[in-house]
């Protein structure tokens, strides 16, 4: 699988500016929503390859967001990392458990979120 458009799922201006920036310096195409419902428009229209998804967000936590994805069938092989704050093991195990592929968590290292980024476009 070859990862070239990614949504961004981020409602903090300056994360979404910093992400954005490591993701297209790197190459990728990259949509922003700031909640789960912006999300879900951009997917009709975008149909990325990926989803960065936030946690912590107004509405919908990306937790949450993610296990709704991963029921629908329009959306559930779209693969989904969660970038977050909540760095314990238990929010990673959390994380993967309603269906993330990986966990990155912030401050973000670009060297971090990009490996994440290819290891899924290699799978």
Do not use: H
């Not at 093991?89 to 980024?117: C, S």
């Amino acid at each position: 699988m070859t990862i070239e458009k990614i949504l961004l799922v981020e409602d903090s201006k300056t994360e979404t500016m910093i992400i954005t920036q490591i993701l297209e310096d790197a190459g990728y195409s990259v949509k922003n929503a700031s909640s789960a419902d912006q999300a879900m428009e951009r997917l009709r229209t975008y149909k990325p390859d990926l989803i960065l998804m936030d946690v912590v967000m107004p509405g919908q936590s990306g937790f949450q967001f993610t296990r709704t994805l991963g029921r629908d069938p329009e959306f559930s092989s779209i693969p989904i990392i969660i970038c977050s704050s909540k760095n314990l093991e238990t929010d990673k195990v959390w994380g993967l458990r309603q269906g993330a592929k990986d966990y990155v968590t912030k401050p973000v290292e670009a060297g971090a979120l990009l490996a994440a980024v290819r290891r899924l476009g290699v799978a």
